[in-house]
């Protein structure tokens, strides 16, 4: 039976993490890519979490014959996101890696994925969650904290 994504992710990091690298400055940019890629695939607009409404609007009415078509339509004129940013996500990885399931929990919570137009995108902050998201990690909706401060 084949492993899933984040499941195959969060025991490489857990390795890692029992090797002494997970907060090795060296390996942060390869972590943050294992972190990036445990919830995408190539075609990663097809499977996104939260599509704005104006995403939505513009799409209404349109067909597409693949999932790469579709795709590639959205690459063009849309924004592909992570809802909570990586560096986030890293940083409350190295804060309570305290088992494998620990991080895959976080990974499966955290790596919610968006498209939204590029005018969306711009009034992000692109790489910090608000403050008031780290003491509500238990709000199921807490991944949204940089879409409500938008």
Sequence with gaps: MKMDRIKTYSNALWALHLAGLL????????????????????????????????????????????????????????????MVPV????????????????????LRRFSKRATITKEQNKLLSKSS???YFYHSLNNPDSHLARYVDA
């Design 23 to 82: 907060e090795n400055r060296e390996c942060k940019n390869p972590i943050k890519s294992f972190i990036r890629q445990s919830s995408e695939c190539n075609n990663y607009h097809c499977y996104t979490h939260y599509r704005s409404r104006e995403v939505e609007s513009q799409l209404h009415g349109l067909n597409f014959k693949s999932q790469a078509e579709y795709h590639k339509y959205c690459s063009s004129n849309f924004a592909h996101e992570h």
């Design 129 to 131: 969650m608000p403050d």
């Design 87 to 106: 560096e986030a996500l890293y940083q409350l990885i190295i804060k309570s890696p305290q088992s494998s399931d620990n991080i895959e929990s976080l």
